[in-house]
Nanobody, 119 residues
């Protein structure tokens, strides 16, 4: 059974940092792409970053480029999202997702972790 468990969310002041973790199990981690999404109530879910574990390629949405860094620890089956220079508009529920067909076909989802950035 595929499982993705996010952690690391919380309340932080604007300009601060958080590191989210996504621990994966139930599949061959090295073969999958894992991405981070976020969603604000009433708005569509948006993809913000992804890493392809098979080749190490990373992708970022323009809204987070230069502030967020995605990384993968294959020994721990964990993907991290280091978030720096946080802004109030980064407040959202953050999810990780996994897929064997690459960053544009993620189809397994975690439950999410809440990030709140105060001004």
């Amino acid at each position: 059974e595929v499982q993705l468990v996010e952690s690391g969310g919380g309340l932080v002041q604007a300009g601060g940092s958080l590191r989210l973790s996504c621990v994966a199990s139930g599949f061959t981690f090295d073969d999958y792409a894992i991405g981070w999404f976020r969603q604000v109530p009433g708005k569509e879910r948006e993809g913000i970053s992804c890493i392809s574990n098979s080749d190490g390629r990373t992708y970022y949405d323009d809204s987070v480029k230069g502030r967020f860094t995605i990384s993968s620890d294959n020994a721990k089956n964990t993907v991290y999202l280091q978030m720096n220079s946080l802004k109030p508009e980064d407040t959202a529920l953050y999810y990780c997702a996994a897929g064997i067909r690459g960053c544009y076909a993620l189809d397994e989802w975690g439950q999410g972790t809440l990030v709140t950035v105060s001004s």
